[in-house]
Every structure is written in structure tokens, then in C-alpha cells.
T-cell receptor, first 110, second 112 residues
Framework: TQLLEQSPQFLSIQEGENLTVYCNSSSVFSSLQWYRQEPGEGPVLLVTVVTGGEVKKLKRLTFQFGDARKDSSLHITAAQPGDTGLYLCAGVRNFNKFYFGSGTKLNVKP | DAGVTQSPTHLIKTRGQQVTLRCSPKSGHDTVSWYQQALGQGPQFIFQYYEEEERQRGNFPDRFSGHQFPNYSSELNVNALLLGDSALYLC???????????FGPGTRLTVT
């Protein structure tokens, strides 16, 4: 059983559209991270959110940590083909023990 | 500055065999974590090594064991391989109590 549930599992959109990916849990995390993984490579860290209610922006990507530190969302504005990849959330508990969600596979069509 | 490196890139083994995977952490990092990523899934935490000792462990059987060397590099050993062990094995390094992990490209293990 996954500690973190991500939705949707798959997302195929046109270039220029907006999208939101959700990461939910019934457990509290000390921090939550978002990664992007491309085929044949390891995940690359995009952001870490630590405080409940925290919002971080990275260019066209907006990350939010839920007030209770149990959930998070990733919003992409005006998606581009270069955003295509597997997006993973990971919650941190128990002194650097990482729990990954199952991922959201995003395909942005030109 | 070399990032996290893993070897080999790909490996094919037969059920019942044993395998050793290797990882060199990013320069300046002293903590190594190992993950198993099945096709279409997120990485599952296997264990973490710090100061040559296993500090954290996920829900993996004792067939999965590891080691960390004085130079911080690490090995993952899997005994009595099962078909279900086929996966991408990822190594991630970090610094002490920091939570910023850097992942290697992984080793693709196929068990036939």
C-alpha cells in the first residue's frame, strides 16, 4: 500500500494548457519533495516544501504544501513539451526516510 | 564535479543467483540511500547508509543487504533472486542530515 497517492496517473495535454497534479496521504510528513524523472535517468529534485501552507514557485511551476502537511499539489501554467516526464512526490518522515508516490506521467503535445 | 554514479547500467541474472550493484555518491556527500523502482511505479525505499552503518530500512526482506565503505561508496547485494526483483535500482546521495537527495541514473536488473 502506497503511503502517498498521486493523481492523476496519466495526463496528456496540448502545449499551452494548465494542469494540476495532486499528492495525498493520511500521514503527516516533516517535508515533502517533488521530483521529475525522464526515461533512463534518476529523479531530479524540483522543490522541497517544509511548512504547512507553504507555496513555492519555480518559473511556471507552483508547489503547495497542505496546512496539515499531509498533502501537496503541483500546478504547471502554460505547459510546454519540455515539461514531459514522470512527476513524483516524496514525503519525508522518521529522520530522512523517504516515501514516494507512484507518479504522474505527463505528456505535453506540441 | 561528478554526480552520483552507478554500475553496471544493465544486468541480466537468473532466478536464484546473487547480484551486487555499486554506487559512488556525489562529491561531499556521506549518506547513500537505495531504492527499487518497478516499471510504472515510484521508487520504494530499501535502506540508507551513513557512517558505514545502516541507518534506516524499508520493508524489504533480508535477501537485500548493503554496505558502505570508508570513501562513502556503497554496494547493494540481493541474494536468491526472484523474478519480482526485476526493476530499476536507484542510488541517491545526500549530506548528513540534509534531505536534498541526488539520484544516479540507476541499474536496470532483469531476472529471468
Amino acid at each position: 500500500t502506497q503511503l502517498l497517492e498521486q493523481s492523476p496517473q496519466f495526463l496528456s495535454i496540448q502545449e499551452g494548457e494548465n494542469l494540476t497534479v495532486y499528492c495525498n496521504s493520511s500521514s503527516v510528513f516533516s517535508s515533502l519533495q517533488w521530483y521529475r524523472q525522464e526515461p533512463g535517468e534518476g529523479p531530479v529534485l524540483l522543490v522541497t516544501v517544509v511548512t504547512g501552507g507553504e507555496v513555492k514557485k519555480l518559473k511556471r511551476l507552483t508547489f503547495q504544501f497542505g496546512d496539515a502537511r499531509k498533502d501537496s499539489s503541483l500546478h504547471i501554467t502554460a505547459a510546454q513539451p519540455g515539461d514531459t516526464g514522470l512527476y513524483l512526490c516524496a514525503g519525508v518522515r522518521n529522520f530522512n526516510k523517504f516515501y514516494f508516490g507512484s507518479g504522474t506521467k505527463l505528456n505535453v503535445k506540441p | 564535479d561528478a554526480g552520483v554514479t552507478q554500475s553496471p547500467t544493465h544486468l541480466i541474472k537468473t532466478r536464484g543467483q546473487q547480484v551486487t550493484l555499486r554506487c559512488s555518491p556525489k562529491s561531499g556527500h556521506d549518506t547513500v540511500s537505495w531504492y527499487q523502482q518497478a516499471l510504472g511505479q515510484g521508487p520504494q525505499f530499501i535502506f540508507q547508509y551513513y557512517e558505514e552503518e545502516e541507518r534506516q530500512r524499508g520493508n524489504f526482506p533480508d535477501r537485500f543487504s548493503g554496505h558502505q565503505f570508508p570513501n562513502y561508496s556503497s554496494e547493494l547485494n540481493v541474494n536468491a533472486l526472484l523474478l519480482g526483483d526485476s526493476a530499476l535500482y536507484l542510488c541517491a546521495s545526500s549530506s548528513g542530515q540534509g534531505d536534498e537527495q541526488y539520484f544516479g541514473p540507476g541499474t536496470r536488473l532483469t531476472v529471468t
